[in-house]
């Protein structure tokens, strides 16, 4: 079975011109030779894909309207791009595209970028390795120091990501070291490469750049954002990169943030910073997207006053409307780093002036890094519905026009992403920025349709992967740090339990567990002030302990372990609680997965039963330090009487 068998087996014709429109007569034309449709020039067809002049529909440039009547089906665009997404539309939809009658439904995307950031480095960075944070192989775009030779895998890789509705790709580490900082200049032609294979699939290219580079790039004597010499060195920058690539999309920009450069070196703001970038991408159409995760990462853990979860806010609030147009703020969809569980960032909707996107991490650094089952959909939808200003006020999903950004999970790997089933990721994340609104289980539903398509026949497999999934990312939660206070991982790769991994450590990650209690004090009355970055439905909320929710408790306060929660249990008990159900759950996964041998193709099975082996081993652990820890510091044993060592 193929996801585009409908579609191969129609008569299909294809109306309108451009490489886009190419692309897709392509995709129709191999789905008819597989499956035995054809693509005809006139008479009668079941299905029309039609891109026509002018946008009475209001359909903009990605959007496309789908109907069906008269025994045909009908994809109407008024510009390339919404005719390859209205095509992937039809395979999603499957035969039911071809049954019926079907008012016309009109889809847009609410975000205008929605884009994957690779952080992939050209040479082998010899901590971080080819792709930092990378669980899924070496880089689809880089090998030995250069550009990879295999477009044709760069090329699928644009059509998967179409698939998923992304239109925008950063290739290389916001992290920008030597060899990466010379892609902006004289290597630019590598990157014009990359930006030919993936544009058929209409993905614009966009690069990571050291803010320091007219100083290592261009001999000059500084970076100052306002100095003459350093912005006509980025003018000239910028004119040769869109000299090779005249729909480059803009640059990534990491700045002041762990020892990245930036503009705080020569005393000015991010603004003049982003600014200074912004001027020089907008005779060109670019975008500069500046990253709002700047925080002191050589902090005293002694200091109990300075708290990196404010930083953002304290950073860039203040700065609000001075941003160029072409500039976008980029913001971790947390305060602090993609842990499993966080308050959504104050900063999604304290800048009322300023374009931002929401930034959240497909690749699993803290979620199970890809050897755990760890379907990030349900976290994401919270964020992207929550309402910065209350009930009354939009959603972050709402807000974000600057659009939706993810840090990419993809490798070289034969199933892309390691972990077969972290795929679920990838495409959720696209759909989410097609649609913030759209029910993730509904698009989970979707992506178990398309990838496995006998799971539309098989209902033993599609349960099963639904209960494998649906709720692993609370699962994941279970056995790892507690009630949002977070980290508690081993140092450096971010792998498995390590409850004071990072108590002592300049990074500004704390649980301040002591022998009566455990969290971090963030309200405003006695606390870091952190919960005053909200409005005030929040800010109340979480300032105080009674009406905190339960998850969050231990990010905004510090309470003792008998502290009684809403759910009713104490602290502590809760610990344990769901340390055991975390491993139970995990183990039923497994379960299940076994179950279903017979129906998946063995390759993909046994890879993923392999990582449920890995996954009930490490939660495990999790479970034996963490309720260990917590038994020893508190000495209050469990009520149920459980082996804790
Ligand atoms: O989560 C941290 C990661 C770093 C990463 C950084 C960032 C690219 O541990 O590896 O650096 O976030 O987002 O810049």
Known sequence: MDAFRPLGTRRTLIRGTGPLVETVRAEVTSACERFGGEVVRDGPYDLLLDLVAGDDLGLGAEGFAFARAGGTTTVTASGQHGVLYGLFHVVRVGEDAFRGTRAREVHRPAAALRMLDHWDNVAVHPVMGQVERGYAGGSLFWRDGRARGDFAQVRAYGRLLAACGVNAVSVNNVNVHEAEARLLTDRIGEVADLAGALRPYGIRTHLSVTFAAPVVLGGLSTADPLDEAVRGWWAEAVHGVYEAIPDFGGFVVKADSEGQPGPFTYGRSHADGANMLATALAPFGGTVHWRAFVYDHRQDWRDRSTDRARAAYDHFAPLDGEFADNAVLQVKHGPMDFQVREPVSPVLGALPRTRFAVEVQATQEYTGQQRHVCWLGPMWSEVLRFRPDGEQ????????????????????????????????????????????????????????????????????????????????????????????VGFMVQPG???????????????????????????????????????????????????????????????????????????????????????????????????????????????????????????????????????SYFLRKSGIPDERGRTIH
């Open 393 to 484: 006020g939009a959603t972050v999903g709402e807000l974000a026009q600057g659009g939706l950004v993810a840090v990419s999970n993809v490798g070289d790997d034969p199933f892309w992403t390691g972990h077969p089933l972290a795929q679920a990721n990838l495409y959720t994340f696209g759909r989410l920025a097609w649609r913030p609104d759209a029910d993730p289980h509904h698009i989970l539903d979707e992506w178990i349709a398309l990838t496995l398509p006998s799971a539309s026949t098989s209902e033993r497999l599609a349960a099963g992967l639904r209960a494998v999934l649906h709720g692993s990312w609370r699962t994941y939660e279970k056995y790892t740090a507690p009630l949002g």
């Open 493 to 627: 790769h971010h792998y498995g339990p390590g409850v004071d991994g990072y108590e002592y450590s300049p990074w500004g990650t704390y649980h301040f567990a002591d022998r009566d209690g455990i969290g971090v004090d963030r309200s405003a009355a006695t606390g870091t002030g952190y919960a005053a970055q909200y409005a005030k439905p929040w800010a109340e909320l979480y300032e105080s302990v009674a009406s905190c929710p339960d998850e969050l408790l231990l990010f905004f306060h510090h309470v003792p372990y008998g502290h009684v929660l809403r759910s009713g249990k104490t602290v502590v008990q809760h610990i344990y609680d769901t340390r055991f159900e975390g491993v139970e759950e995990a183990e039923e996964a497994r379960r299940v997965w076994a179950g279903l041998a017979d129906l998946v193709e063995p390759a993909r099975h046994a890879r993923v039963a392999e990582r449920f082996e890995e996954q009930v081993r490490c939660a495990r652990e999790w479970r034996d330090q963490v309720n």
